[in-house]
């Protein structure tokens, strides 16, 4: 069964600062990784994604994820945080072959203070 | 081009009333899936479609009925609402998985606030 762990609530970080957001997941054989993020009152928005290839993977509004095996790890990463990059996270992880539905974390609140 | 579309926005129901939520989508994706998310709990799959007349169970499908008579609609139905279904609905969808060219991610709705009394 695959499954994603978002160990912290919440995050906390001034603006410029670099943020990491943490996502570890588990799964059967190769996976697919995806973070989203979730604006007040909107639905989830795609951020990026891992598929294969080259460890770090870009996305949108600046981020970049880094994809480590051995850890099976999937960690959200922004050089410099914006205030506006306020928003509730969501690491989701599918495996590679099949049908297999797309399993979400449990979300971190990202806030940036100014 | 909207993408996923989901009516009501907002809804209030009593104990015991029935109530359909619609999902469209114009988009042609094969998949469709509804979620509700809940604090601390994320988001749960409540019952998905890989297709136009098919329908399956997610994780929390009971007390919850679904329909995709047309590959754009997917509809979302309580026949006896209770409060423990009081929570913000997701519509998305997605392609069909296919390797690399089509890897899964979803096209979110903005969401259906239902509250049970």
């Known amino acids: 069964a695959q499954s994603v762990a978002q160990p912290e609530d919440q995050v906390n970080v001034a603006e410029g600062n670099p943020l990491t957001v943490k996502c570890t997941y588990s799964?059967?054989?190769?996976?697919?990784l995806f973070w989203y993020v979730q604006y007040p009152n909107r639905g989830l928005q795609f951020l990026l994604k891992y598929i294969t290839g080259d460890n770090l993977v870009k996305g949108s509004y600046g981020f970049e994820a880094e994809f480590n095996k051995s850890q099976t790890s999937f960690h959200l990463k922004k050089p410099s945080a914006l205030v506006s990059d306020s928003a509730l996270y969501f690491c989701a992880v599918r495996a590679y072959t099949g049908f297999q539905k797309l399993v979400f974390g449990t979300g971190t609140r990202l806030l940036v203070s100014p | 081009n909207a993408g996923v579309t989901q009516t009501p926005k907002f809804r209030v129901l009593k104990t015991g009333q029935s109530m359909t939520l619609l999902c469209a989508q114009d988009?042609?994706?094969?998949?469709m899936y509804w979620y509700r998310q809940d604090p601390g709990m994320g988001l749960r799959l409540i019952h998905y479609s890989v297709g136009e007349g098919t329908t399956a169970k997610g994780e929390v499908p009971d007390g919850y009925n679904v329909s995709r008579l047309k590959k754009q609609n997917f509809l979302l139905g309580l026949e006896s609402a209770a409060p423990s279904q009081t929570s913000v609905y997701f519509c998305?969808?997605?392609?069909?998985?296919?390797?690399?060219?089509?890897?899964?991610?979803?096209?979110f709705g903005e969401g259906s606030r239902l509250t049970v009394l």
């Open positions: 998305a969808s997605s392609y069909r998985p296919s390797g690399t060219q089509h890897t899964g991610e979803l096209f």
């Open positions: 988009m042609n994706h094969e998949y």
């Open positions: 799964v059967s054989g190769n996976p697919y």
